[in-house]
């Protein structure tokens, strides 16, 4: 499974951007996919994921509320929607799948990474 993150860019706090995550190589529709990201200096967390299915879905308590994780299998695509965007949100966003049924929280269980897309978030 081939990813290719992108829609990341720079925008004003309070600002929004809809990231897009889209897969080659094989249809995710079996997969678990989540979102990461990594500040500078900082090690890389799990933002949000989702189950094959959209029916189990995770958010790190700093972006509840404002984040959304998405996905439509039929076009092999997930998405991240961010609204209210923070200068802490600053960050370059990793989406990443596994083969499975649920939604992973955890860097180490999944198999397959996105190139990253970077977000800024200026105050």
């Known amino acids: 499974v081939q990813l290719q993150a992108s829609g990341g860019g720079l925008v004003q706090a309070g600002g929004s951007l809809r990231l897009s995550c889209a897969a080659s190589g094989r249809s995710l529709s079996n997969y678990g996919m989540g979102w990461f990201r990594q500040a500078p200096g900082k090690e890389r967390e799990s933002v949000a994921a989702i189950s094959w299915n959209g029916g189990r879905i995770y958010y790190a308590d700093s972006v509840q509320g404002r984040f959304t994780i998405s996905r439509d299998n039929a076009k092999n695509t997930v998405y991240l929607q961010m609204n209210s965007l923070k200068p802490e949100d600053t960050a370059v966003y990793y989406c990443?799948?596994?083969?499975?049924?649920?939604?992973?929280?955890?860097?180490?269980?999944?198999?397959?990474w996105g190139q990253g897309t970077q977000v800024t978030v200026s105050s």
């Open positions: 990443a799948a596994r083969g499975g049924l649920y939604h992973y929280t955890k860097e180490n269980e999944y198999y397959y």
